[in-house]
């Protein structure tokens, strides 16, 4: 099938072949938070998915105000290097933007196994200094923490803050993502961070979550849920900063949530912790 391109989708430098036969959830995504980086058959799947499950948009931009919050905490502990995991399709709000405008000097290395995210990211991000974007899989993470894009640019004898931002959902169970993780906090030193957040499907009507999960499972990313419960294995070793594993619009919210509001509950939650 020929892609449907729009036209500022540049995709010179693409390096891999992108699966453009189906939907894709870095796409999707992109699609949710009003981004153009998509394709029609990305569009539709997520147009499906928002039919579904219509808080999906807003937990998508929920997450990235997490993103945000995650990252000037950061710089408030003094940490300003960044290894973003599953860093997606450049949007309003990236990391290099948010840190940079608080600290110049901070160090971002965008990692993304998307062709096309990657690809986008490359052109938007070609005049950055500072910033590095590198094609690779979040799950081999010895081939991440030696890819030139990631020890060129952070200085792994200071603390560094890995970012893993709505993306270990498209890790399988048996790819073990604590055991992905231990490897990336090993590679830390102390006063370093980790910033995660995942989807859940608990609070869901059970046929709610059938048909969402059966979208993404049409993707080349089936997305696999975990609770709240799991997070504690996901940031073993680390200090958990209060308050714990919430749901993301919980996690120390600019705006405390108005408890009339009609706003939908966001399916995602997040942590925050520090290594010792
Ligand atoms: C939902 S987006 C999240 C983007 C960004 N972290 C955010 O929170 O706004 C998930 C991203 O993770 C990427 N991704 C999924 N699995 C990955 C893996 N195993 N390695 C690297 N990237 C991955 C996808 O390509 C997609 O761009």
Redesign the pocket.
Known sequence: MSPERQSHLDLAGLTGDPDTSGPN??RM?DYYLGGSANFAVDRAAAEEQIATLPSVATTARA??AF?GRAVRLCLDLGVNQFL??????PTVGNVHEIAHQIDPTARIAY????PI?VAHARRLLRDESRVSVTQ????SPRTVLTAPGVTELLDFTRPIAVLA???LH??RDEQDPAAVLATYRDACVSGSVLALSHTTTENLAPATVDRGLAIYQRTS?PVIPRPISEAPALLTGYDVLAPGPVRVTEWRPDVEPDPDSAEPVANTWAAFGILP
């Open positions: 959830a870095a995504y997450n990235r993103l973003d995991l599953g860093s997606g399709v990692v993304d196994r998307e995210a690779a899989d979040l799950t931002i709505s993306v498209f890790v990313t």
